[in-house]
């Protein structure tokens, strides 16, 4: 079966569990509090799903959790709501790195950062592309989103830190 689970642990910290056929792959220790309050299953507010997935040169992996805005449909709000670092030294169990980028990072945005892909350059930074408001938020907001660009960050720390989104121009 393909799925998974989200659970707050005491101090509020979020822990995301994908589990599959193959095995079990956990996301750990995000450390802001998301309540949802979206209607469905854990599905609607933490998304594995579209996201970047690869090995980094050092042999470690990288991967990013998208927590959706949906004009604040899903319950979390605009600086826990975005799209976040992970790490892992065996691609079972990742541990929270960084936010990349938070719906606050984005003025008047209606969906937020979401769909996204990471490549590691030859110096071995780290980049980061998302799409912010493609237009399916409409549904969610209740009023037009107008499309922006795509955006990318950069991190030179193996995903500690992020440069501010840079929206990419034609």
């Not at 599959?20 to 998304?47: H, I, N, Q």
Request: aromatic share 12%; proline share 5%; charged share 20%.
């Amino acid at each position: 079966a393909n799925y998974f689970t989200a659970t707050t642990n005491i101090e509020g910290r979020v822990s995301i569990s994908h589990e599959t056929k193959e095995a079990d792959v956990y996301f750990r220790s995000l450390p802001v509090p998301v309540s949802c309050a979206a209607p469905g299953t854990a599905a609607d507010c933490f998304w594995t799903h579209n996201n970047a997935k690869l090995q980094l040169k050092d042999g470690s992996y990288f991967s990013t959790v998208v927590i959706p805005w949906l004009c604040g449909w899903t319950g979390a709000s605009a600086q826990s709501a975005g799209l976040f670092a992970f790490r892992s030294s065996n691609s079972l169990q990742f541990e929270f790195t960084s936010p990349i980028a938070t719906v606050a990072d984005f003025n008047g945005t209606g969906e937020g950062p979401n769909e996204n892909d990471a490549l590691q350059l030859p110096n071995g930074d780290i980049i980061v592309v998302m799409r912010v408001d493609g237009g399916d938020g409409t549904r969610y907001c209740h009023r037009p989103i107008s499309v922006k660009n795509y955006y990318i960050s950069r991190s030179s720390d193996m995903g500690s830190h992020w440069t501010k989104p840079l929206e990419l121009r034609d």
